[in-house]
T-cell receptor, first 115, second 114 residues
Framework: DARVTQTPRHKVTEMGQEVTMRCQPI?????VFWYRQTMMQGLELLAY????????DSGMPKDRFSAEMPDATLATLKIQPSEPRDSAVYFC?????????????FGDGTRLSIL | KNQVEQSPQSLIILEGKNCTLQ??????????LRWYKQDTGRGPVSLTI???SENTKSNGRYTATLDADTKQSSLHITASQLSDSASYIC???WGGGGADGLTFGKGTHLIIQP
């Protein structure tokens, strides 16, 4: 089965450090999403791309977060500088924008802890 | 304000029993409603997607219903198995129906006991 691959699976670092999370979408999918999940807030959409172009990043704190798709096989989410409140699980999902009702396929997430 | 409320927050049932999870939403304009299953330590997996015109959709032992008039959805699990232990998340799309607008519930944590 084709899968969305996220690396690293776990990351522990000190506040102020730069964090980069990577996502390899399913081959052929043209839409990529970044989500954050915490116990308090549940799942939140941070940003999404279609055909590598950013369409919406209104859910993302732009002073410290940035998301890019350097090519069709790689999406990155970067936090600089990181803060303890950024501790969460970050999910990437990909999908086919052939219609509004296509499912999104999630990776297994990056569990981020900022000390 | 667009909101999705799920109930109960958590539920414990015995293996083999049926259960129903609820999702109420105040989202406009409605595009579709999705149910996801999330195992511990894994990403969510799509169970069903329903549009405005659909009021029932099944995926194996999972059956989702949608009442667009009352803005309610339910997920019914028949003959529960230990592997059904997971969080179940209701997500409502609004606007263009893609990620134009997505509102998430906080999930129902389901535990199946042997």
């Amino acid at each position: 089965d084709a899968r969305v691959t996220q690396t690293p699976r776990h990351k522990v670092t000190e506040m102020g450090q730069e964090v980069t999370m990577r996502c390899q979408p399913i081959l052929g999918h043209n839409t990529v999403f970044w989500y954050r999940q915490t116990m308090m807030q549940g799942l939140e959409l941070l940003a999404y791309f279609r055909n590598r172009a950013p369409l919406d990043d209104s859910g993302m704190p732009k002073d410290r977060f940035s998301a890019e798709m350097p090519d069709a096989t790689l999406a990155t989410l970067k936090i600089q500088p990181s803060e303890p409140r950024d501790s969460a699980v970050y999910f990437c999902a990909s999908g086919l924008r052939t219609g509004p009702n296509q499912p999104q396929h999630f990776g297994d997430g990056t569990r981020l802890s900022i000390l | 304000k667009n909101q999705v409320e799920q109930s109960p927050q958590s539920l414990i049932i015995l293996e083999g029993k049926n259960c129903t999870l609820q999702c109420n939403y105040t989202v406009s304009p409605f595009s579709n409603l999705r149910w996801y299953k999330q195992d511990t330590g894994r990403g969510p997996v799509s169970l069903t997607i329903m549009t405005f015109s659909e009021n029932t959709k099944s995926n194996g032992r999972y059956t989702a219903t949608l009442d667009a008039d009352t803005k309610q959805s339910s997920l019914h699990i028949t003959a529960s198995q230990l592997s059904d232990s997971a969080s179940y998340i209701c997500v409502v799309s609004w606007g263009g129906g893609g990620a134009d607008g997505l509102t998430f519930g906080k999930g129902t944590h389901l535990i199946i006991q042997p």
